[in-house]
């Protein structure tokens, strides 16, 4: 490989640069030619249809329905929820003309669909026997947004689920919660091996137009907070403001409850960011095109042999493994070794003479380089549970990397450097927005989200004020 189609700078010295160099050198990612766009090449866009498709089997199991909307979306509907519209409005792009002709009512790409959707839903629903309705749709989205881009991470256009229920009670609503909330956090552990912290958003952060919005947030290598898949109780907002009533068992006129949820591509840059290393992208098994590549290695007298038995090998791995056998004749070993560690394929298998005659297998897995040998008789076995092993492997280093850094803090002074020094800082509050702000203003970071796990100590006192605490809020820069 020449030395301009590797990784030029270190993860730890210039993560920013490392970012942009790991997913665009490897093939997964290029820019697009609008500012904040990104183009998913094949290998990137294998890792979104696997999540797509994880996620969506459960929701199935779950029992929420796939649905699709219309991408453009009238002023006049956007215009009907105050509250919503006012925290999206600056990020809404427009549709002004059609060819040479000025349209009657602008049109806005869809930044998200509550203001489509529910007008529909306003016309379908008539009696509680329709409800509950739980629909989802695998969709793009555009939020013109004006702070820098960064590829997957802060996009104009991403790709995401968006899930809307509609309930005609408020407990089946809260019912909701928990188990989207698990579908989510089983996504994030067992399929992109990502520790993240599950918690309620601030009142000051929650999702424009909700009662109360949960999130999952994760920290990134510069130190830097990123928020990841989300759960939004609406209450009664939207049903108010979109005439979203139904006759409830009494026969009287009530309105909806609603709940809202999504997981984005923005996950992706998440995982890779976390994962990766010095030589490129480390990708988990159950996301990798192909979790494993094999390299023969020949000279002219072993060439025919060394084929032959990598291609018997691959073609018994094919069934159980993504298995791909690069047998170009233009790169040499060394370079291959480098391409597929760039692109982060989990397990590499070199065969050369000295396997063919032992019948053992070299491995590397790509997490931590480590060189081992397999039985090529019972390869399969031995692979799965390497390949298990490398996925247990980045979801410990994942959970070491944020456990290490939250770090609980009761003196207001500190509070700035330790963010600065890239971490994420752990308060007691009181609950007043007041004192929210003023945290804000003397941290330089923002509120990420209460912990679900975490509860105020009994004779614990705000950091700001010194009132008594309510809660326990975590708080960090982010992107």
């Known amino acids: 490989m020449a030395e301009d189609?590797?990784?030029?700078?270190k993860k730890s010295e210039n993560f920013s640069e490392w970012y942009v160099q790991a997913i665009i050198k490897s093939e997964f990612f290029d820019y697009g030619d609008i500012s904040g766009t990104t183009i998913f090449r094949p290998d990137g866009f294998f890792i979104w249809e696997k999540i797509h498709d994880y996620v969506d089997a459960l929701f199935k199991d779950a029992g929420i329905t796939n649905t699709y909307f219309p991408l453009l979306i009238p002023k006049k509907f956007l215009e009907k929820e105050k509250e919503h519209i006012e925290g999206f409005s600056p990020e809404v792009a427009w549709v002004t003309r059609a060819g040479q002709s000025k349209l009657e009512e602008e049109l806005a790409i869809r930044p998200t669909s509550e203001t489509i959707m529910y007008p529909a839903f306003s016309?379908?629903?008539?009696?509680?026997?329709?409800?509950?309705?739980?629909?989802?749709?695998?969709?793009?989205?555009?939020?013109?947004?004006?702070?820098?881009?960064?590829?997957?991470?802060?996009?104009?256009?991403?790709?995401?689920?968006?899930?809307?229920?509609?309930?005609?009670?408020?407990?089946?609503?809260?019912?909701?919660?928990?188990?989207?909330?698990?579908?989510?956090?089983?996504t994030l552990t067992d399929l992109l091996c990502l520790k993240g912290i599950r918690g309620r958003k601030t009142e000051s952060e929650k999702f424009a137009g909700g009662l109360a919005s949960f999130s999952f947030e994760f920290l990134l290598p510069d130190g830097k907070t990123v928020q990841g898949p989300d759960f939004h109780h609406d209450g009664t907002n939207f049903a108010?403001?979109?005439?979203?009533?139904?006759l409830n068992r009494d026969g009287e006129k009530a309105y909806v409850y609603q709940n809202t949820y999504a997981i984005s591509t923005r996950m992706i840059g998440v995982l890779l960011a976390v994962h990766g290393d010095d030589k490129g992208l480390i990708i988990p098994p159950g996301l990798?095109?192909?979790?494993?590549?094999?390299?023969?290695?020949?000279?002219?007298?072993?060439?025919?042999?060394?084929?032959?038995?990598?291609?018997?090998?691959?073609?018994?791995?094919?069934?159980?493994?993504?298995?791909?056998?690069?047998?170009?004749?233009?790169?040499?070993?060394?370079?291959?070794?480098?391409?597929?560690?760039?692109?982060?394929?989990?397990?590499?298998l070199e065969i050369g003479a000295r396997e063919v005659k032992s019948s053992k297998l070299?491995?590397?897995?790509?997490?931590?380089?480590?060189?081992?040998?397999?039985?090529?008789?019972?390869?399969?076995?031995?692979?799965?549970?390497?390949?298990?092993?490398?996925?247990?492997?980045?979801?410990?280093?994942?959970?070491?990397?944020?456990?290490?850094?939250?770090?609980?803090?009761?003196?207001?002074?500190?509070?700035?450097?330790?963010?600065?020094?890239?971490?994420?800082?752990?308060?007691?509050?009181c609950g007043n927005i007041t004192c929210e702000d003023k945290i804000k203003e003397v941290s330089g970071g923002k509120s990420t989200n209460i912990p679900s796990n975490s509860h105020a100590e009994p004779e614990s006192t705000c950091i700001y004020c010194g009132n008594k605490a309510k809660f326990v809020v975590n708080f960090g820069k982010s992107y």
């Open 288 to 348: 990798s095109r192909y979790e494993v590549v094999i390299v023969p290695i020949f000279n002219e007298k072993t060439k025919t042999e060394v084929l032959e038995y990598a291609s018997g090998i691959a073609k018994i791995l094919k069934p159980k493994f993504r298995t791909y056998l690069d047998d170009r004749l233009e790169y040499t070993p060394g370079w291959k070794y480098n391409h597929w560690e760039l692109k982060g394929i989990p397990i590499r």
């Open 240 to 246: 108010k403001a979109f005439d979203i009533t139904f």
């Open 362 to 429: 070299t491995y590397v897995r790509r997490d931590t380089l480590e060189k081992g040998t397999v039985n090529g008789e019972n390869a399969e076995m031995e692979l799965g549970n390497i390949l298990m092993a490398i996925k247990e492997n980045l979801l410990r280093r994942s959970s070491e990397f944020l456990d290490s850094h939250i770090i609980k803090v009761s003196d207001i002074n500190k509070v700035k450097d330790i963010i600065a020094g890239g971490n994420i800082v752990q308060v007691h509050w």
């Open 123 to 186: 016309r379908w629903i008539r009696s509680w026997r329709d409800l509950p309705y739980r629909y989802n749709q695998w969709n793009n989205v555009v939020r013109w947004e004006f702070k820098h881009p960064t590829p997957l991470l802060r996009n104009r256009e991403f790709l995401w689920n968006e899930g809307h229920s509609v309930f005609a009670d408020e407990d089946s609503a809260n019912l909701e919660k928990d188990q989207i909330l698990g579908i989510y956090e089983k």
């Open 5 to 9: 189609e590797g990784i030029t700078v």
